[in-house]
């Protein structure tokens, strides 16, 4: 056994917004009351528009800062617990889920885990996986956020952060639990996969996001950052896919490839002040 930790040592770090009551974290927990855990909601919203929590298990921090990663950032650094979950605002816990976290970190040395999901109407987890494995920089481009629970205090003392140029409400919006689990290894901290189902999500929108010229842009400025100026020919081979999966048409093509260089002009712009 690696550690002793029990389910008392588990938090779950939601990010929300625009928030006044807690009646959303019902649907989240249908097996149960939402005050039987220890949840950190960090609540990105105006000062006209403020949440309280009459529940000692359910901590509120309300931010009038924008931005997924932002949010998460603050999550990590106000974290009581030992093990800290991170959570979207809609998603759905499977019973037990507690336990199978809190027995994945006593089986595995690992300061990061990734478990599995299942989106909502499928009949098949995210992730076909079903041993355990240690992360590498080629398995994380697979991991979803709501999937991801770490050891709060070795994220702290690493001063590992989320990437706050990238994620919903940030300039681009994608890949921000890529870029943590990437800034993970980098820093030679284990991180593994433990095969099992905790949560469900909503599908995904289909292809009209996936063409969307708002996730090319970020897709772009992602591949800028990671590869630098072989972003410029990765752009084109990223468009063929899409116009060979249907995601886009023919006549498309010349505008999305126009969203993909003003991200990667607008990731240059942004590095020449902010290094991350």
């Known amino acids: 056994m690696a550690s002793n930790y029990t389910d008392q040592d588990l938090e779950i770090l939601i990010s929300t917004t625009n928030r006044n009551t807690l009646d959303f974290l019902i649907p989240m927990f249908p ?6 855990f220890s949840i950190l909601i960090i609540n ?8 309280v929590s009459d529940f000692p298990s359910v901590r509120i921090i309300n931010s009038f800062e924008k931005g997924l990663s932002k949010s998460r950032n603050i999550a990590i650094q106000n974290a009581s ?34 478990f599995n999901h299942q989106r909502i109407g499928l009949d098949h987890p995210q ?15 697979n991991v979803c956020s709501i999937e991801i629970a770490v050891k709060t205090e070795d ?13 919903l409400g940030s300039y681009f919006e994608t890949a921000e639990e890529l870029l943590f689990m990437r800034t993970v290894l980098q820093h030679k901290i284990k991180a593994g996969y433990f095969p099992v189902v905790v949560v469900s999500h909503a599908l995904l929108s289909s292809g009209e996001a996936q063409g969307s010229d708002k996730l ?12 630098g ?5 990765w752009l084109p081979k990223y468009l063929f896919f899409l116009y060979r999966h249907q995601f886009i048409s023919k006549s498309e093509i010349l505008k999305k490839m126009k969203a993909g260089i003003l991200g990667i002009k607008k990731y240059k712009e942004l590095h020449k002040t902010t290094i991350k």
């Open 31 to 36: 097996f149960g009351h939402f005050s039987e």
């Open 216 to 227: 090319i842009f970020a897709r772009a400025a992602l591949s800028y950052k990671l590869y």
């Open 127 to 141: 992730n076909a996986a079903t041993m355990h494995y240690s992360h590498n920089f080629k398995s994380i481009w």
């Open 81 to 114: 617990k030992k093990i800290g979950l991170f959570a979207d605002d809609d998603v759905i816990y499977a019973k037990d889920f507690d336990k199978q976290i809190i027995d994945a970190f006593n089986a595995f040395d690992s300061s990061v885990i990734t």
């Open 44 to 51: 990105q919203t105006s000062k006209d528009k403020i949440m």
């Open 229 to 233: 100026m072989l972003a410029y020919f």
């Open 155 to 167: 994220i702290k003392n690493a001063k590992i952060s989320f990437n706050e140029q990238f994620g």
